[in-house]
């Protein structure tokens, strides 16, 4: 089992900047990608960043350009710097975890932390 624990989440204006970091415990050596996914009010859970253990990223367009992905799988921890927020940003913000490198599309990931709120306001 992997336990992930998020924190940077609260309330910014657009326009503003965030900083979200993600500690990965437990079994972590069998991790190979971490990512992060958000969920706005009535909408799905979406696939916002990756990073594998190796370093390669990935994106959803809604936030490439505007938000970064970085960390060291190897030392459980992996961030996500948000700038130039939108008030379409606004959701819940999940860190997770997968034992197998996917970041095409919308997958699911293994584990999942709790989630932390970000709010954008005008």
């Known amino acids: 089992q992997v336990q992930l624990v998020e924190s940077g989440g609260g309330l910014v204006q657009a326009g503003g900047s965030l900083r979200l970091s993600c500690a990965a415990s437990?079994?972590?050596?069998?991790?190979?990608?971490m990512g992060w996914y958000r969920q706005a009010p009535g909408k799905e859970r979406d696939l916002i960043a990756g990073i594998t253990k190796d370093g390669r990223t990935n994106y959803a367009d809604s936030v490439k350009g505007r938000f970064t992905i970085s960390g060291d799988i190897t030392k459980n921890t992996v961030d996500l710097q948000m700038n130039d927020l939108e008030l379409e940003d606004t959701a819940v913000y999940y860190c997770?975890?997968?034992?197998?490198?996917?970041?095409?599309?919308?997958?699911?990931?293994?584990?999942y932390g709790q989630g932390t709120q970000v709010t954008v306001s005008s």
């Open positions: 437990g079994s972590v050596e069998s991790i190979r990608v």
């Open positions: 997770a975890a997968d034992r197998r490198v996917k970041m095409v599309g919308n997958p699911d990931y293994d584990y």
